[in-house]
């Protein structure tokens, strides 16, 4: 569908209905192939009989400090959980960066002692990159993409089309902190959150997971459009229904209050560090205390399961009793979130 004012808007960056659109439209058209065509996290291919993950991400968030990470830590732990919930584990990545004319070399050097610390945590190495500077102006301050490369166990096999009416939906722990904080840190308002970014890698949680081979049906990392935007992207993709629990979702007291204070909805705030796992109902329990058992996925809780009634649509149980679609993020509350 093009778009009426036929110009590229903000909205069309943020994850949700006019990023799908868009690539639909545009990328998928022209690039139309049999691993693009799959649209998951990461292009899934074998070389030789080596089940490879590819996967790059550009990262353009405002601030670039924040608290909980920077540009950096976010860079590479973004691209590394592309590869991480396709079941991956990392291997090589590049880095390229476009710097304005001006940016402090002290800052520089704080983002890539991030990004190094960052890397080592995740058992990555940065093997190539590419440094361009433009004019003032041009860019603001910093953009940087990274690439990156793993390896699929070969028993492995996680993907929407696994998703079976029954199979209950689990998320690593509470969520929207993210989101918060880059909405908190632009100066919008006169207080101040406690709570920082949740940026981290989600590697040490998949792992541990695959260890319960096709009990495991898909797992997804929860970026742009937060909760409600990536369950909607896989009740379309395995032609399902989700449906979720209001009164089961773990969101924490601030995060709760600053929304309700800010008019905002938790379950379409950003995450950088929270994954949402579609697991066989005979397991599931199991799953969540293994989740449990892991610093990151200590508050991991089961919100849903997955029907047939309504093919693509993701429904939510109101604490009143009630029951409504939750649609896939409209327009862009907040732009450059990662």
Partial sequence: ???????????????GRKTQELIRTVFQKNYSNIILDQ???????????TKLAFSTDSFVI??????????GKLAVYGTVNDLAVSG???????????????FSIDDLRR????????ANHAKVQIVTGDTKVVEKGSVDKIFINTSAIGIIPSHIHLHPANICPGDVIIVSGQF???GLVIKTRRQEFAFDTPIE????SLLPLTQSLLAYGNKLRCMRDITRGGVATTLNELAEQSSLTFKIEENLLPVSPVVKGACKMLGMDPLYLANEGKLVAIVAPDSAEDILHRLHCLEKGKNASIIGRVERELPGMVIIKTSLGGQRILPMLEGDPLPRLC
């Fill in 88 to 102: 991956a584990k990392p291997y090589y990545m590049s880095v390229g960066m476009i710097l304005e004319e001006g």
């Fill in 176 to 178: 929207g902190e993210h």
């Fill in 1 to 15: 569908m093009q778009d009426k004012t036929d110009k590229i808007e903000l909205s069309h960056g943020s994850g």
């Fill in 62 to 71: 405002n601030p670039i400090f924040f608290p909980g990470g920077d540009i």
């Fill in 39 to 49: 649209m998951l996290d990461a292009a899934l291919f074998e070389i030789k009989g």
């Fill in 111 to 118: 983002i890539a002692d991030s990004m190094a610390l960052a």
């Fill in 197 to 200: 970014s949740d940026c981290a």
